[in-house]
């Protein structure tokens, strides 16, 4: 069972671009969640799929970000007009739901971007 | 208002040396999670212990126990015999239940670093 994945692992990008990151959770995890971490700090959550339906989101998602995931599989994440504040790295985790769901989050390896 | 303390910022031991990470954690909910999360120098976020509220009982894992304790607040973690790849910046986590939430609340991460 391969675990989360993320593409892709860097992204540099100037201030002004748009830019788009994927995830694609453990098969079969219903539950798929997007998080940001600065340097020297713990994960933040931004926002939250129960398959394609977008179930929460957190204040730190403004209008410049989006999220996605169209199919129930794969997400995707999008930050229009990047800022350099935007530089960080994106996790996604994903989760497992059902009558036997467990509440561990398996996280991917990340997205590092900078904005420049 | 959900939060996670870890007042520890580094610490630096010699191998061999056993080790405690501190947690200390608030929230209103009476049914909640308590989790604690490694992330090594690649960066990827690894699961070690998901713990609920009504479990108060220790768990021992190889080198790794956890003491959790509803009284103070606290959910700490130890390893004994540190070793060199126990290097990694350790997180501990809080998951809320109310209101159908399913975000982690991070700590701020402890980086822990064995020396040889």
């Known amino acids: 069972d391969t675990g989360v994945s993320q593409d892709p692992r860097h992204k540099i990008t100037k201030r002004g671009q748009n830019v788009t990151f994927r995830c694609d959770p453990i098969?079969?995890?219903?539950?798929l969640y997007w998080y940001r971490q600065t340097l020297g700090q713990g994960p933040e959550f931004l926002t939250y799929?129960?398959?394609?339906?977008?179930?929460?989101k957190s204040r730190l998602l403004s209008d410049r970000f989006s999220a996605e995931r169209p199919k129930g599989s794969f997400s995707t994440l999008e930050i229009q007009r990047t800022e350099q504040g935007d530089s960080a790295m994106y996790l996604c985790?994903?989760?497992?739901?059902?009558?036997?769901?467990?509440?561990?989050?398996?996280f991917g390896p990340g997205t590092r971007l900078t904005v420049t | 208002a959900q939060k996670v303390t870890q007042a520890q910022t580094e610490i630096s031991v010699v191998e061999k040396e056993d080790v405690t990470l501190d947690c200390v954690y608030e929230?209103?909910?009476?049914?909640?999670?308590l989790f604690w999360y490694k992330q090594p120098p690649s960066g990827e976020l690894v699961f070690l212990i998901r713990?609920?509220?009504?479990?108060?009982q220790n768990e021992i894992s190889g080198r790794y126990s956890w003491n959790f304790q509803k009284s103070t607040s606290s959910f700490n973690f130890t390893i004994t015999a540190s070793q060199v790849v126990d290097s990694a910046v350790y997180f501990c986590?809080?998951?809320?239940?109310?209101?159908?939430?399913?975000?982690?609340?991070f700590g701020k991460g402890m980086k822990l670093t064995v020396n040889p």
């Open positions: 986590a809080l998951r809320e239940t109310q209101g159908g939430s399913e975000k982690l609340v």
């Open positions: 985790a994903s989760s497992p739901g059902g009558q036997l769901s467990s509440y561990e989050q398996y």
């Open positions: 799929f129960q398959n394609e339906a977008q179930l929460e």
């Open positions: 098969s079969e995890h219903n539950r």
């Open positions: 929230t209103r909910d009476t049914t909640y999670y």
């Open positions: 713990r609920n509220s009504f479990d108060e």
